[in-house]
């Protein structure tokens, strides 16, 4: 039977594998199987790897309604779907 320790170090559904010292190489692999494994683990695995994705901009319209060259960062309720769905998965990572 395994000690507290290695339990630790290997993880369990619900935990992530604990990190050790000198075993960085093993533990990562650990990790990313245990990241893919739960809801969504693919697309948190790729926000891990490539970082979280631009905050979502919308252009900047003049007086008549036009559009500008400029743009600010969208409010939360001018995210579309997909963009909420993005920023979720990168709070997750």
């Known amino acids: 039977m395994s000690n507290d320790k290695e339990s630790s ?3 369990t559904d619900n935990r992530a594998p604990m990190l050790e010292e000198d075993d960085y ?3 990562k692999i650990r990790m990313e199987r245990y990241i893919r494994s739960k809801g969504d683990g693919k697309k948190i695995w790729k926000s891990i790897m490539s970082g979280p994705a631009t905050t979502p901009r ?3 319209l003049d007086a008549t309604g ?3 060259t400029q743009t ?3 409010t939360d309720d001018e995210f579309t779907e997909e963009e909420n769905a993005r920023e979720l998965i990168d709070y997750k990572a």
Do not use: L, V
């Open 72 to 74: 600010r960062e969208k």
């Open 66 to 68: 036009e559009d500008t």
């Open 25 to 27: 190489e093993s533990w």
């Open 9 to 11: 170090a290997a993880g």
């Open 58 to 60: 919308t252009p900047i």
